[in-house]
């Protein structure tokens, strides 16, 4: 997971500026900032599903949130919020991925006698 810190590193302020442009009404810059946060979100996906780390869920939730974050987003900029509810389907997709990453290190554990 280490070799990841650099594309998290960089993902959390694409992402910070993403969501700041959302706030500020930045609709350009905001929409522009969707590819470059998302890319680096499944970029890091592939990567732990590549090296088969236990996080590849959490990394996938992440790029569910992102999407429906970005989904949201694009509804308010070009004011169509009547179908912003359709993100509900990727964050549940994201609610999804956590759940089973959990479920997957309880039972894991639970043969290991370990507890988290």
């Given at each position: 997971?280490?070799?990841?810190?650099?594309?998290?590193?960089?993902?959390?302020?694409?992402?910070?500026?993403?969501?700041?442009?959302?706030?500020?009404?930045?609709?350009?810059?905001?929409?522009?900032?969707?590819?470059?946060?998302?890319?680096?979100?499944?970029?890091?996906?592939?990567?732990?599903?590549?090296?088969?780390?236990?996080?590849?869920?959490?990394?996938?939730?992440?790029?569910?949130?992102?999407?429906?974050?970005?989904?949201?987003?694009?509804?308010?900029?070009?004011?169509?919020?009547?179908?912003?509810?359709?993100?509900?389907?990727?964050?549940?997709?994201?609610?999804?991925?956590?759940?089973?990453?959990?479920y997957k290190r309880?039972?894991?554990?639970?043969?290991?006698?370990?507890?988290?």
């Open positions: 997971m280490q070799k990841n810190r650099h594309y998290q590193n960089l993902h959390i302020p694409l992402w910070l500026l993403k969501d700041t442009c959302w706030m500020l009404q930045w609709k350009t810059l905001g929409i522009i900032m969707i590819v470059p946060t998302l890319l680096v979100a499944i970029v890091i996906s592939y990567k732990s599903w590549k090296e088969k780390d236990d996080e590849f869920w959490i990394n996938l939730a992440i790029c569910f949130w992102i999407s429906a974050n970005s989904y949201w987003m694009i509804c308010e900029f070009i004011d169509h919020e009547e179908v912003k509810n359709y993100a509900g389907i990727a964050f549940i997709a994201g609610m999804l991925c956590v759940a089973y990453f959990y309880l039972v894991v554990n639970k043969r290991n006698n370990e507890i988290f």
